[in-house]
């Protein structure tokens, strides 16, 4: 047996883990006392998930902030013949331009697998909502047989044997029933 749940992990990564990442959810499973059949892992792995996404959009903001300085930069040298005021305008407009396209770029990157998983989690949920229901009615039908068994519906306790040797009785119908 493995020291993490490696199906669990791949149904939530679409992968197999790295040593890397073993290594860490081991450390993880570690400080929280946890055994590998722990039912905190689904937990676990999900906010691990969501940590390591957020971690590289935030190396890859880092790297396109860098790039765009560059960028800038090189629009910088170029424009030394320009008045200093029109200069910073324009490379004022630029970083706008760039934080924005940036931003959008990284808030799309986050959105779809938060989206993803929200409709994989609804799914579940109503898949799980109608078997409960259907065992609630299957218990509900259950206990009416076996009550209907034990009391019978018959009006008062008397009852017969008919000729085929069957238990028969008289039934009261309610008012309003058809």
């Not at 170029?78 to 760039?98: F, P, T, W, Y």
């Not at 034990?150 to 028969?168: A, F, H, M, V, Y």
Request: glycine share 4%.
């Amino acid at each position: 047996m493995t020291d993490i749940p490696e199906d669990l992990f791949q149904q939530v990564y679409n992968r197999a883990p790295t040593d890397q990442d073993r290594n860490r959810l081991i450390a993880t499973k570690a400080h929280l006392g946890l055994s590998s059949r722990d039912e905190l892992w689904p937990f676990i792995l999900t906010l691990d998930h969501y940590s390591q996404i957020h971690l590289r959009a935030r190396a890859q903001l880092v790297k396109e902030v860098n790039a765009e300085i560059g960028r800038v930069e090189k629009i910088m040298a170029q424009s030394g013949h320009l008045a200093d005021a029109k200069a910073r305008q324009a490379v004022e407009n630029m970083i706008d331009k760039s934080a924005t396209r940036i931003a959008e770029a990284a808030i799309q990157k986050a959105t779809i697998p938060s989206a993803l998983l929200a409709k994989q989690k609804h799914t579940s949920g109503r898949l799980i909502g109608g078997v409960l229901a259907l065992i609630c009615i299957m218990i509900g039908a259950t206990l009416m047989y076996l009550w209907m068994f034990t009391q019978g519906i018959c009006e008062d306790s008397k009852r017969n044997l008919n000729d085929d040797l069957r238990i028969t009785c008289v039934v009261q119908r309610h008012p309003f029933s058809a």
